[in-house]
């Protein structure tokens, strides 16, 4: 039995999600606990503007040394836009592993309904992916 339904107060969603947001980490991080970190990758953070003004990051990792233009992967993390971070190291090493291949991989840091990066309502996280691919 779920220790929550929709009509438990807020406090409690909030807490529940921040309880799944801490376990669902653990379990990530430990997928790639022991995996080779991927060499000849540059990552850097940069800064867009959302549509209400807000600084948003963009994780964005791609091959040392290439030049001109590469295809792009635009990373929208996973916690259904409720829970989890573009920051996270499952998903920073996941896009660093991507870019030996000739890629750049660009997750954005977009708000979420609870968790770390939230709670911001609905559609909030949605207008920082669009802000981020434009």
Do not use: N, Q
């Amino acid at each position: 039995m779920s220790p929550v339904s929709p009509h438990s107060p807020r406090a409690d969603l909030l807490d529940l999600a921040a309880a799944a947001e801490s376990a669902f980490e653990a379990v990530l991080e430990e997928l790639i606990s022991g995996l080779p970190e991927t060499a000849g990758v540059i990552s850097e953070t940069h800064v867009a503007r959302s549509t209400d003004g807000r600084e948003m990051k963009l994780c964005v990792s791609r091959p040392e040394g290439a030049e001109g233009p590469l295809p792009c992967i635009y990373h929208l993390h996973g916690g259904a836009v409720v829970i989890m971070g573009a920051a996270s190291a499952p998903y920073e090493r996941w896009r660093r592993g991507l870019c030996p291949t000739g890629l750049v991989v660009v997750g954005v840091e977009f708000r979420d309904g609870a968790g770390r990066l939230g709670p911001y309502p609905y559609p909030a996280g949605l207008e920082d992916c669009v802000t981020g691919l434009k």
